[in-house]
């Protein structure tokens, strides 16, 4: 009777050395995320073209026309981006005459068609969403008006269109 | 029958020294740590008093007691395909807060053992920031890695 009792003895003190130890020490886990985008393309795919212009009239092209300008962004799918826009005030022969320009309009839309949502390009922030496939277009439109002494000549600018993930 | 009672309770009143500690050392996670949205070739940390995107762990114990703390790092998360993206933590990249407030907290490197002592109530934080370095060719996706925490009485 007595050697069964030591063994319980010794067994209860083990245990409860090897409880000790176990509550001692612990560790867990946490994770580490990211998620990687597909960076950002934006390619000018159509200029903005006014065609002739004739003096002391006034040209508009719509986002609609075929003259709108267009740019295609490519990036991460359902992303959300802003565009943002430096435009010029004038459109130049580079001979020092210009012809103004304004009235910007815009549109954006995720199938290329000329239906989508209108907005004002300006420097601040446009936001909208690339589509499931990671794609959006972009049109541009915009007013000439020339003075009725208007040079003859070939006048150009540069519309930058920015896209940033947001 | 009497003397193994008092067997066992000399074992016992042994054994409670030995463990130094009336409460389990218990160790969760409570956050992970998000490095968020990545751009391929642009590094991105996420700083240890980040409350939305800094990793958290919980310990609870015995109160007042000190306890070492030890991370097991990954030096990369693993995306899409089995593609790599480096991660890096610095000397001050980790924090302790015995009141579990994120914006208490004493910095250490958590690339090496730390010692912190819990708080009255038994408590403490561990707060965790890094660096995830993409590369430029970086695959788009998901990535994740195993950080974890291992926590120990310093004293027997």
């Given amino acids: ?166 | 029958m009497r003397t193994a009672l008092l067997v066992f309770v000399g074992l016992a009143l042994v054994a409670a020294p030995l463990s130094g500690q009336g409460r389990p050392l218990q160790v969760r996670g409570v956050r992970s740590l998000s490095f968020g949205l990545l751009l391929p070739g642009i590094p991105t940390s996420t700083a240890r008093t980040d409350p939305a995107l800094s990793g958290e762990l919980e310990i609870r114990g015995e109160r007042n007691l000190e306890v070492v703390v030890t991370f097991g790092l990954p030096s990369a998360m693993t995306g899409p395909g089995g593609a790599v993206l480096p991660l890096a933590f610095a000397a001050n990249d980790a924090g302790y807060s015995g009141q579990q407030s994120i914006g208490s907290q004493t910095a250490f490197d958590p690339r090496l053992p730390f010692r912190a002592v819990l708080s009255r109530n038994g408590r403490g934080s561990i707060y965790l920031g890094g660096t995830a370095l993409p590369g430029n060719g970086q695959r788009a996706g998901t990535y994740t890695a195993q950080i974890t925490l291992t926590v120990a009485y310093t004293s027997p």
């Fill in chain 1, 1 to 166: 009777m007595r050697f069964p009792t030591r063994v319980s003895a010794a067994l209860v003190a083990t245990l409860s050395l090897l409880a000790a130890e176990a509550r001692a020490q612990n560790s867990a886990s946490i994770t580490a995320t990211a998620n990687v985008l597909t960076p950002l393309t934006v390619v000018g795919a159509q200029n903005l073209s006014f065609g002739n212009v004739f003096p002391g009239l006034n040209k508009t092209v719509a986002v609609t026309d075929a003259g709108a300008g267009r740019f295609d962004v490519a990036g991460q799918a359902n992303a959300n981006v802003s565009l943002s826009f430096v435009l010029p005030s004038n459109l130049s022969d580079g001979s020092g005459n210009l012809l103004p320009i304004g009235s910007w309009t815009g549109e954006h839309n995720t199938t290329g068609t000329a239906t989508g949502a209108n907005f004002t390009p300006s420097a601040g922030a446009t936001n909208t969403t690339l589509s499931g496939t990671g794609n959006l277009y972009v049109f541009i439109g915009g007013q000439v008006t020339p003075a009725v002494n208007q040079p003859a000549g070939l006048y150009s600018g540069s519309v930058q269109m920015t896209v940033v993930y947001f």
